[in-house]
């Protein structure tokens, strides 16, 4: 059974950083493609970064380009999203996908996990 499981999220100040952490586990996850999206309240779920787990490609979107950064730790079969200078406009839930390649379509993943809430405080 596939499961990703996100965990690092709060409540930070305007200015601030976090790194939220999906740990996968129930497959190998080499061959996929990692990524991260947020639904903020009111509004529908944006895609925010992904990343080949086997190296090469990654795409992050233009409101998170040069603050947010995804990783992995193939021991661990987890993937990270550094954020670093967290605006208010961040506050989202934040969750994790893997699917087939990387895509900034919700869709085009198979597997989620359940989301950690980020708060921003201004």
């Known amino acids: 059974q596939v499961q990703l499981v996100e965990s690092g999220g709060g409540l930070v100040q305007a200015g601030g950083s976090l790194r939220l952490s999906c740990a996968a586990s129930g497959r190998t996850f080499s061959n996929y493609a990692m990524g991260w999206f947020r639904r903020a309240p009111g509004k529908e779920r944006e895609f925010v970064c992904a990343f080949n787990w086997s190296g090469g490609s990654t795409r992050y979107a233009d409101s998170v380009k040069g603050r947010f950064t995804i990783s992995r730790d193939n021991a661990k079969n987890t993937v990270y999203l550094q954020m670093v200078s967290l605006k208010p406009e961040d506050t989202a839930v934040y969750y994790c996908?893997?699917?087939?390649?990387?895509?900034?379509?919700?869709?085009?993943?198979?597997?989620w996990g359940q989301g950690t809430q980020v708060t921003v405080s201004s």
């Open positions: 996908a893997a699917g087939p390649r990387i895509s900034i379509m919700g869709r085009s993943y198979d597997y």
